[in-house]
């Protein structure tokens, strides 16, 4: 049985080719004022968006955007969280664009707003239009006289209407707190102070407590239900099979978790195929079955290229990642008969609900999309398209079996980093012909990894994990790359942005999945970046030219050589002499070729592992918004993009994942976290652009560099551990 309506498929960015009027960010597709405004209570703004809080401050960026445009008192404006009950369908929070999309909007719809009440005044008071301003919240005639406030002045208007348009946002020279001011972080006291905030700590009354028990890989089977074990668990606790998912509902967590052991013991999977030899990935990945598509290409076909001059090439890889979010996915689910209430921390909260629609179209009576409401709830890390949907599905099947009482689902670490989708494993081939001036003529980027989401809504079936284990399965999307124009996914940051007179990137999509892969942040720009800034280096040390001048050569755009210039001549130790050991390196990037511009240098001191030392780094995001906020963000990128360069990866033999949790699956210690210094540049004639994802890159490719001059031996496969230093040191020894 199948709903009458199944949910579109959706793309991966804002259609603008609608039809419709152009209006800036998500207002294109969320068009009505009320949707993100509500000015009727005197003295405070609600404001409502589609983009999640996940850590990044965003909704204190949205938040100083309002108090900016409407020149209201911060503390008078009030933030929702994302619900599917009420306010703008965003899509999902991600590709560092919740400023671009989301304050877009937000800016547009505030002038309007503003526009409209000072309209108002102006009819009411009888005074000029232009002579009447506006301070926290309260306009004023010329003589200084107080008029009123918002809610006065709009009493009555109807705010749900499309926006016109008419009005313009502050230009940049009138702006009082965009860049300059400094405001307390919305989600930072209850995180500082341990009040209860996340997903994990909300509690409903009568609440009952599931686990799900799992099989290996994606294509094990249940060979052994054990029935009567299952049965005798307790009378107060329920487990039950339906395919290949396994479920526990108990009325206390410990009973839960105590059952669902106990059970797990007694289950017997049937394997599926053996996964690939994890010590052979870059032989897998070239010969794995893919689908190749030519990225870019320009000048001279490839086959035509020069045989002459100096020619140079070389294989980097990086490993399937984790999100190793340090807190497990989470969720809740309430069924009543009638209406389903989910509470996640789903990036994506509307493809999430337009998912559970498709997987619940099966059940004897489907569940409407009208009849589900998901509201976000905040958790500790997330970093993409973690287990949060999946997790949110498993509530979802144990309240639909105990209706009338919300059902929390918690995964375990294990759970987590082992069914969470992973960022892909990829390999980078580049080759480049150098000319006798010394500047590349030629250069061919090929790459091999699978696509980067398996996000929900995005396929004409649901991409819950569950979904794909139930007895009435669907098959679990095979990954996909965002379109170039949406950044691209494996490809991403994949055409160089160095002047090259002859070029060919290629993109070998893997069409197999043996690990489950999907978004991670940056996506395949950490690989890309990673490969190219290296390969530069490479291409610099052999034409006997400094690395900061061979890219300032080959640069055109005058905001990379300004990033660039800025990281350099704001160091206090670039440049200077260093013992031996200690290595320094450089890298840049403009993130997804269309966004924040990034420099990082790095110093590293190598040993038998590598230790960071410091790392300075640059970035443009255009007109900032806060400044804080992107200075915490490069700041996390950095510390985050050091932990996957030096320590992360996933480790599976032929049976299954094998790091299971913090000693099988390390992440970098406090201990361990280098000095980090950020040099924003500010344009506030500029659009603003994200800078949630724009470090990682660089960072990696900083960091290959220094340690390559540290060691004086380049490591082209992550991470820089202590195993990869040691069969670099081997391979270049036995050259």
Known sequence: MTTANPPAIRGFVIDRQDGSPQLPGSLHTNRRLAQWLDVSQPGQVQVFVGKVEMGQGILTALQLIVAEELDVPWSAVRMHSANTAHGPDEGVTSGSLSVQDSGGALRQACAEVRAMALRRAAELSGQELASISVREGVFYSAQGAELGHYASFLQGVDLDIECPLSAQPKAPQDRRLMGQAKPPRLDLADKVFGHARFIADLLLPGMLHGRVLRPPTLDATLAHWPAEAAAALGEEVRAW????????????????EAASAKLAAQLRWQAGSPLPDQHALAEFLLNAPHHTTVTAERGLAFEDWPKDGLQHSAVYLKPYLAHASIATSCAIALWDGHRLEVWSHSQ????????LVKALALEATPVAKEQIVVRHVESAGCYGHNGADDAAFDAVLMALRCPGQPVRVLWSRSDELTHSPFASAQRVALHARVDEQGRISHWQHALWANGYSTRPGRAAAPALLAATQREQATAMPIPVNPPLAAGGGAERNAVPAYKVPNLQVLNHRLTVMPLRTSAMRALGAFANVFAIESFVDELA?????????FRQQHLEDPRALAVLE??????????QKEPEGVGQGLAWARYKNSGAWCAAIARVQVSDQVRVLQ?????DVGMVVDLDGVINQIEGGAVQATSWALKEQVSFDAQGVTSIDWVTYPLLRFAEVPEVRVHVIDRPDQAPLGAGEAAHGPVVGALGNAVCQALGVRVRELPLSPDNLLLAVHAADAT
């Open 615 to 619: 790392i300075d780094l640059a970035v």
């Open 541 to 549: 040390l052999k034409c006997g030219q400094d690395p900061l001048a």
């Open 348 to 355: 994506g909260i509307h493809n999430l609900r337009d998912d």
């Open 566 to 575: 800025k990281v350099t001549s704001q160091s206090s130790w670039w440049g």
């Open 241 to 256: 099979r339906d395919g290949r998912f396994v479920a526990v509902v108990a009325p206390e967590e410990r009973q839960a």
